[in-house]
Nanobody
Framework: QVQLVESGGGLVQAGGSLRVSCAAS????????MGWFRQAPGKEREFVAG???????YYADSVKGRFTISRDNAKNTVDLQMNSLKPEDTAVYYC?????????????????WGQGTQVTVSS
């Protein structure tokens, strides 16, 4: 079964931190490009952070210096540590995987998606 399951979302005040996790099954995260995307109400889904199979990380400009994507090969999980959160970070956060493409920020390049986890940042 190819499945991505997010967890760890919740409510946090502005300036606070939160970590969301993605557990993968039927997919080896160390050989895939894994990404986090988010979608706020009424807005398009957008790229947040990615990690290539070889471990190189890349981020959207809006989260650089605040968010960190990481991978635990033993657990086959991918986490997104979110610090200095802002109200504009409020969104449903989705885990995604690309089987072939590495380093992409485009939704169309990711073939597997999780169901999403809600992150709400209050003022």
């Amino acid at each position: 079964q190819v499945q991505l399951v997010e967890s760890g979302g919740g409510l946090v005040q502005a300036g606070g931190s939160l970590r969301v996790s993605c557990a993968a099954s039927g997919r080896t995260v160390s050989t895939s490009c894994m990404g986090w995307f988010r979608q706020a109400p009424g807005k398009e889904r957008e790229f947040v952070a990615g990690i290539m199979g070889i471990g190189i990380r890349y981020y959207a400009d809006s989260v650089k210096g605040r968010f960190t994507i990481s991978r635990d090969n033993a657990k086959n999980t991918v986490d997104l540590q979110m610090n200095s959160l802002k109200p504009e970070d409020t969104a449903v956060y989705y885990c995604a995987a690309s089987r072939v493409v590495q380093g992409s920020t485009q939704l169309s390049d990711f073939d597997s998606w999780g169901q999403g986890t809600q992150v709400t940042v209050s003022s």
